[in-house]
């Protein structure tokens, strides 16, 4: 029972790492890669990713949708909460202010922490209204394409 419980959360979590790339967004697997990413020039989207139904039903299908709008994140990147946890620790240090929060998405500019959709306004909403939130942050922040 637990051999197959093992072998369907690798199955889950390789279908959630996969969805966010496809997407566009590259995947920080360690703290240097975090630190790297979130120190760039310009603006960052960090979608924090895990595999609760939230995520999949949810964030997911929300950070897909949101990109594809004339104001955008020069970068996008993300980490997964639950599967690399240095990483995603390392991430956290940049969203002060901001309890733990999983999924949620992280914007930055200038490796500067400037707004969170936290998991509060995820858990519950349509994704339609994640990509509204996340639109908005565009808008505030990013030049147009």
């Known amino acids: 029972m637990n051999m197959d419980f093992n072998l369907f959360m690798?199955?889950?979590?390789?279908?959630?790492?996969?969805?966010?790339?496809?997407?566009?967004?590259?995947?920080?697997?360690?703290?240097?890669?975090?630190?790297?990413a979130l120190n760039k020039k310009g603006t960052t989207l960090v979608m924090v990713n895990s595999v609760c139904g939230c995520a999949g039903g949810i964030a997911r299908p929300a950070a897909a949708h949101a990109i594809h709008y004339d104001s955008r994140p020069d970068h996008l990147v993300t980490v997964f909460a639950g599967q690399d946890k240095e990483a995603t620790e390392k991430a956290r240090t940049y969203f002060t202010g901001y309890p733990p929060s999983s999924p949620s998405f992280a914007f930055l500019k200038d490796g500067e922490i400037k707004a969170m959709v936290e998991r509060h306004e995820i858990e519950g909403h349509d994704p339609m209204s994640v990509v509204t939130n996340l639109q908005r942050l565009f808008d505030e922040y990013c030049e147009e394409v």
């Open 10 to 36: 690798n199955d889950v979590v390789r279908q959630a790492r996969h969805e966010i790339a496809a997407a566009g967004y590259t995947e920080l697997k360690t703290p240097e890669e975090v630190e790297d």
